[in-house]
């Protein structure tokens, strides 16, 4: 008996559902993805944060960053000087966390991250977000405000709820209004 016309008739099927199947893993890590930041979106980052912090939890700082006044930036810029400037934001985030952690973007001008030993460096990370963006030959002025936690638990909710009131806590002009 030939098998060559059934495995070429079962052959089709067969490469429909590879192609199909790495399609559909492609379209799951786009929507993992920030579109205009290339970061990591919350749900993207969560599972992969979680995993840090149990594997590293003594070593391990959790950050919350707020982009201060982004509002004026698009208001006086225009929308596409705040891409600039979240863009430029995720890029030094991403360039201070390194290989010993990961950042994300949470949504509108918030970020997080979740890296290893970073006590020493915090400093540098928050001088690095007020560098001027610049933009179509000017500079933006770019203000942020970092918290960070170190979580006692094993939780990222709680070591993000930690950051969040530290980063309230730090915002300039004495504005620690909580979000509704």
Do not use: Q
Request: net charge positive; proline share 4%; with cysteine.
């Amino acid at each position: 008996m030939d098998l060559a016309p059934i495995l070429a008739v079962a052959g089709v099927p067969l490469v429909c559902w590879s192609a199909h199947g790495t399609w559909l893993h492609r379209r799951l890590a786009h929507a993992r993805r920030d579109p205009l930041t290339g970061l990591l979106t919350r749900d993207g980052s969560t599972a992969r944060a979680e995993r840090l912090i149990r594997s590293h939890a003594e070593h391990v700082t959790v950050l919350l960053v707020d982009l201060d006044d982004f509002k004026a930036v698009n208001d006086n810029h225009g929308h596409a000087a705040g891409d600039a400037v979240l863009a430029a934001t995720a890029d030094r985030l991403t360039r201070w966390c390194g290989s010993h952690g990961l950042a994300a973007r949470l949504g509108g001008d918030e970020f997080a991250a979740v890296v290893l030993d970073s006590a020493h460096r915090l400093d540098d990370l928050r001088a690095a977000l007020r560098e001027p963006v610049p933009f179509a030959g000017a500079l933006l002025p770019v203000g942020a405000s970092v918290g960070a936690s170190h979580p006692a638990a094993l939780l990222l909710t709680e070591a993000l709820s930690a950051a969040d009131r530290d980063m309230y806590a730090r915002k300039p002009n004495g504005r620690s209004a909580r979000r509704r």
